[in-house]
């Protein structure tokens, strides 16, 4: 199963509300899991089953879709939250992951 | 709390084989899967596979069988990752993650571990 994040790149100003897509090639139902990485740091899981806040993770992060098409909102974006964000599908084998959104600073 | 630490880096020359480690401490090691991943340098992340420790069994991606094993200690609670026939394109970080049970996802990750191939 191919994952296809959009945008792969994005620039945006604290306050901004930021989604970021991921398309499944096939659907996955909602077995779909994003995660926050930034430079020389492993993964942080945010977001599992499409929609579920990981513990821990702020109420500004949500999550939504089913099927092929899913979605990564940030309502109001934060200094600590310009990272890299990834899409990964666990309904299948391989374990696949998008190739990623980098949030930058505007 | 719960924590994966990894082995350090890795300088190998090509063809020959690796060996990372992850030991996992504040959790029941047995209770859940250990996944590998791997992530070249600024590149994606990629899955390679899992290893269930309680019973040893794997499941590799189709792109690394043959070339990967991934095993593990239960006495000291650490999964291993073996990569064999090493070429420069296998240069990347190689990170443990564990797998949730309730939690669909990789909940937990270690720190990371840089293998670099080179001659």
């Known amino acids: 199963i191919q994952l296809t994040q959009s945008p792969s790149f994005l620039s945006a100003s604290v306050g901004d509300r930021v989604t970021i897509t991921c398309r499944a090639s096939q659907g996955i139902s909602s077995y779909l899991a994003w995660y926050q990485q930034k430079p020389g740091k492993a993964p942080k899981l945010l977001i599992y089953a499409a929609s579920t806040l990981q513990s821990g993770v702020p109420s500004r992060f949500s999550g939504s879709g089913s099927g092929t098409e899913f979605t990564l909102t940030i309502s109001s974006l934060q200094p600590e939250d310009f990272a890299t964000y990834y899409c990964q599908q666990l309904n299948s084998y391989p374990r696949t992951f998008g190739g990623g959104t980098k949030v930058e600073i505007k | 709390q719960v924590q994966l630490v990894q082995s350090g880096a890795e300088v190998k020359k090509p063809g020959a084989s690796v060996k990372v480690s992850c030991k996992a401490s504040?959790?029941?090691?047995?209770?859940?899967?250990m996944h590998w991943v791997r992530q070249a340098p600024g590149q994606g992340l990629e899955w390679m596979g899992w290893i269930n420790p309680n019973s040893g069994g794997t499941n590799y991606a189709q792109k690394f069988q043959g070339w990967v094993t991934m095993t593990r200690d239960t006495s000291i609670s650490t999964a291993y990752m073996e990569l064999s026939r090493l070429r420069s394109d296998d240069t990347a970080v190689y990170y443990c993650?564990?797998?949730?049970?309730?939690?669909?996802?990789?909940?937990?990750w270690g720190q990371g571990s840089l293998v670099t191939v080179s001659s």
């Open positions: 993650a564990r797998m949730g049970i309730l939690v669909r996802g990789f909940d937990y």
């Open positions: 504040g959790y029941t090691f047995t209770a859940y899967y």
